[in-house]
């Protein structure tokens, strides 16, 4: 295998047990990189030279007997919202061309403590919304990654690196995840800390891991995962056994809530045909689960927030610089001017309330089964598709995670989407990892060949 095909586990694995270097395996890594950026462009900041110089560094302290991190020596890709202090931060906006921050985003910070190599900035939609970057999707470069961490998914996906890091605010993990045929996680909101990163909405923003694999996903969330003081919303609880529960066997088989959503009219035919099958395969481990009326209700009062609190936050940059703005970014914040305070308050006011309402179906299910996005990645790179699947979730800060489980009719990936308790990270990942095995599946990146046929392809 070469190395830049190991997973982020087996990497950091091979470099604890001395079968490879951290060198050999960045080298490999910005080989890849090499090849492939050409077409992709995941990349808004890369310097190989400053890539090689901490894997060396890296390989010097393990070298010297010194103690090494969880992560050591393994490259990573940074979305281009979080502060990097020895590289540029740009939030996809020309506003901010040479950015260089003085210190490191907090889950960047924590990162390097475990001793990964911080690779580069990957790109990001324009201050995290609609208006895309370059990236094309690795499996059919005519095709939208998602957004608006697409730089991260395509990295991944195409094997630049074996893990990554985004962000979610409506679907910015889990829908390019999907989109990339990898492994997506947005844990629950307040889990890793967003200090140091672009703040679009705190009541809905979420920090998210890319990998190929749900344990990578899990030491990855786990690593950046604990109380910060720059974020109000996280706690000081102790450390979440992310990657140890993840790697459990449940005590018994999990059930999953089939839920359509109030958008499932917005599902191609395709994915409804194809969650048909897969709940049909699963028998008596899968129940349809209607939501509660008032789940019709809350795509718009998670628009109305994410409206707002994006208004508020990138008031600067419209009134001094919004002829630099996307038609789309200067929409929104116009919109989110336009919004009553009553509504606005009550919007945020639901979640706790919503909240109570979904934790019966999780009285009875171990997690939620629903699709991650309507279909397939669409052809085109002037939209990143839609997060409609994934803004319930997102509104209620509750913990997701898409898996490579299905193929559509044109050979792409398409997403299946479990959802957990809030809280409940540990046990949604080791139920994603029984849903992946049961099915038989083994996690692929972009480097696979599609399947045909049935829309859900065997490896």
């Known amino acids: 295998m070469d190395p830049h095909q190991l997973s982020l586990s087996q990497a950091a694995l091979e470099i604890r047990e001395g079968r490879i270097t951290s060198a050999a395996l960045v080298r490999a890594c910005l080989d890849r990189v090499q090849a492939l950026e050409g077409t992709v462009h995941a990349w808004s900041f890369i310097d190989h030279d400053h890539?090689?110089?901490?894997?060396?560094?890296?390989?010097?302290?393990?070298?010297?007997?010194?103690?090494?991190?969880?992560?050591?020596?393994?490259?990573?890709?940074?979305?281009?919202?979080?502060?990097?202090?020895?590289?540029?931060?740009?939030?996809?906006?020309?506003?901010?061309?040479?950015?260089?921050?003085?210190?490191?985003?907090?889950?960047?910070?924590?990162?390097r403590a475990a001793g990964a190599v911080i690779m580069g900035k990957t790109v990001t939609a324009e201050f995290a919304y609609f208006h895309p970057g370059p990236t094309t999707n690795p499996h059919d470069p005519k095709r939208t990654p998602g957004g608006s961490s697409m730089g991260s998914a395509a990295a991944v996906a195409a094997m630049m690196v074996p893990g990554a890091i985004g962000t979610q605010t409506n679907g910015s993990t889990i829908r390019p995840a999907a989109f990339c045929g990898i492994v997506g996680f947005k844990p629950t909101h307040g889990l890793i800390p967003r200090t140091g990163a672009l703040i679009c909405s705190r009541t809905l923003d979420h920090v998210g891991a890319f990998a190929r694999t749900v344990e990578d996903a899990a030491i990855l969330a786990e690593t950046m995962a604990g109380h910060d003081a720059g974020d109000p919303d996280t706690r000081p609880t102790a450390a979440p056994p992310l990657s140890a529960v993840a790697a459990e066997k449940p005590p018994l088989p999990p059930r999953l809530a089939f839920v359509k959503t109030p958008s499932w009219d917005k599902a191609e035919a395709t994915t409804k045909e194809a969650f048909g099958e897969l709940v049909g395969e699963l028998g008596e481990r899968a129940g349809e689960v209607e939501l509660l009326t008032v789940f019709e209700r809350v795509a718009e009062m998670h628009r109305a927030i994410m409206d707002v609190e994006m208004a508020r936050n990138l008031h600067r940059e419209y009134e001094e610089a919004r002829d630099q703005l996307s038609p789309e970014l200067r929409q929104l914040i116009e919109r989110g001017r336009t919004h009553l305070a009553v509504d606005y308050r009550r919007a945020v006011d639901l979640?706790?309330?919503?909240?109570?309402?979904?934790?019966?179906?999780?009285?009875?299910?171990?997690?939620?089964?629903?699709?991650?996005?309507?279909?397939?990645?669409?052809?085109?790179?002037?939209?990143?598709?839609?997060?409609?699947?994934?803004?319930?979730?997102?509104?209620?800060?509750?913990?997701?995670?898409?898996?490579?489980?299905?193929?559509g009719p044109a050979g792409m990936p398409m997403g299946v989407q479990l959802v957990g308790r809030r809280g409940n990270d540990a046990r949604l990942l080791r139920t994603a990892r029984w849903l992946a095995e049961a099915l038989g599946k083994s996690h692929r990146g972009a480097g696979s060949s599609p399947k045909t046929g049935k829309k859900r392809g065997k490896s």
Not at 57 to 62: G, H, I, Q, S, T
Not at 356 to 369: H, K, M, P, R, T
Not at 376 to 384: F, H, K, M, R
Request: aromatic share 6%.
């Open 351 to 407: 979640i706790e309330k919503i909240n109570e309402g979904v934790d019966e179906v999780f009285n009875e299910y171990d997690a939620i089964l629903t699709p991650a996005a309507p279909g397939e990645a669409p052809i085109g790179l002037d939209s990143t598709g839609s997060p409609i699947f994934c803004s319930i979730w997102t509104y209620l800060g509750t913990p997701a995670v898409t898996l490579p489980l299905l193929k």
């Open 51 to 111: 890539a090689m110089k901490q894997a060396e560094a890296a390989d010097a302290l393990r070298g010297e007997g010194k103690p090494v991190g969880r992560l050591h020596g393994v490259p990573v890709g940074i979305k281009d919202v979080f502060d990097t202090g020895d590289m540029p931060t740009e939030f996809g906006s020309p506003i901010y061309k040479g950015r260089t921050p003085r210190r490191d985003a907090a889950c960047v910070a924590r990162l």
